[in-house]
Nanobody, 121 residues
Framework: QVQLVESGGGLVQAGGSLRVSCAASGRTASSDAMGWFRQAPGKEREFVARISWSGGVTIYADSVKGRFTISRDNAKNTVYLQMNSLKPEDTAVYYC??????????????WGQGTQVTVSS
């Protein structure tokens, strides 16, 4: 089992920045990817970004490319998502996930409880 705890969400104005964090514990070695998904009201959960534990290889959804940066601190078993130039359409609950690489993203096997990010216009 892998436990994931997110933190750092909040309210920010459009154009602003926010960083969310995800602390992982448990059998993290069972997952080769960590990442972020988001779900806006009335919409399906969508992939945002992922990173490998070992090589730092990253991939992003087109909608956030160039604005969001995913990183990890292996010593702290923590993954971060730095979000810049935020837009109202980035408003969603952001979920941390641990799982496996897929082509173009990842499959989430374990999930955090989610953290709300609200971008006001």
């Amino acid at each position: 089992q892998v436990q994931l705890v997110e933190s750092g969400g909040g309210l920010v104005q459009a154009g602003g920045s926010l960083r969310v964090s995800c602390a992982a514990s448990g059998r993290t070695a069972s997952s080769d990817a960590m990442g972020w998904f988001r779900q806006a009201p009335g919409k399906e959960r969508e992939f945002v970004a992922r990173i490998s534990w070992s090589g730092g290889v990253t991939i992003y959804a087109d909608s956030v490319k160039g604005r969001f940066t995913i990183s990890r601190d292996n010593a702290k078993n923590t993954v971060y998502l730095q979000m810049n130039s935020l837009k109202p359409e980035d408003t969603a609950v952001y979920y941390c996930a641990a799982g496996r690489f897929t082509r173009g993203g990842m499959r989430g096997d374990y999930w955090g409880q989610g953290t709300q990010v609200t971008v006001s216009s």
